[in-house]
């Protein structure tokens, strides 16, 4: 069974703006990460955020996470058409087989 | 250093036929996976090797057998194709739990008629 769950499903904005998926889970975690899929490619990892961190930064990248909420978002500011791809929330709910389980994607479309 | 490396990229099969899967990855990796990815759909995990000599099952393992190698290389068979197992498999690798982060290789295409 899946543990995350992205939304919006898709993503439609113009180049330049600012894109925000959201990613609810239902166990406790011990991280959660977030990746990238270009179409036909395989998955590329983005960031990692731990159970005991609100928010990270990489780059254009900004993930927030809610534990009380179950709920993380990821932001990309300043899109760009090459960030037009799936993104995927994954989560690590610890235990010692490093096991990931991964939502169902958010489809991003970034506009020239 | 090529990462994770997945043949064949392409593959169709007959209902029936069986074939090998096969990865492997330079990073000197402890765990090893292999998920399948359908449309609309995230990546389901098929089978997992948390470390050289240990595979376990995963969220959909029906229908596969995996043969962890050695540290480098964990191949994924399909005994007996099925037109469900057409898919996408990706498969991936990981150091530690430390870490947590997944490297994917570029994914076999399979079609099962």
């Known amino acids: 069974s899946q543990q995350g769950e992205e939304d919006p499903q898709a993503l439609s904005i113009q180049e330049g703006e600012n894109a925000t998926m959201n990613c609810s889970y239902k166990t406790s975690i011990n991280n959660l990460q977030w990746y990238r899929q270009n179409s036909g490619r395989g998955l590329v990892h983005l960031i990692l955020i731990r159970s005991n961190e609100r928010e990270k930064h990489s780059g254009r990248l900004r993930v927030t996470l809610d534990t009380s909420k179950k709920s993380s978002s990821l932001l990309i500011t300043a899109s760009r058409a090459a960030d037009t791809a799936s993104y995927f929330c994954a989560t690590d709910s610890g235990g010692s087989n490093y096991k990931l389980t991964f939502g169902k994607g958010t489809l991003l479309t970034v506009n020239p | 250093n090529a990462g994770v490396t997945q043949t064949p990229k392409f593959q169709v099969l007959k209902t029936g036929q069986s074939m090998t899967l096969q990865c492997a990855q330079d990073m000197n990796h402890n765990s090893m996976y292999w998920y399948r990815q359908d449309p609309g759909m995230g990546l389901r995990l098929i089978y997992y090797s948390a470390s050289e000599g240990t595979t376990d099952k995963g969220e959909v393992p029906n229908g596969y057998n995996v043969s962890r190698l050695n540290k480098r290389e964990f191949s994924l068979r399909l005994e007996s194709a099925a037109p469900s197992q057409t898919s996408v498999y990706f498969c991936?690798?990981?150091?530690?739990?430390?870490?947590?982060?997944?490297?994917f290789g570029p994914g076999t295409r399979l079609t099962v008629t």
């Open positions: 991936a690798s990981s150091e530690a739990a430390a870490l947590g982060e997944q490297y």
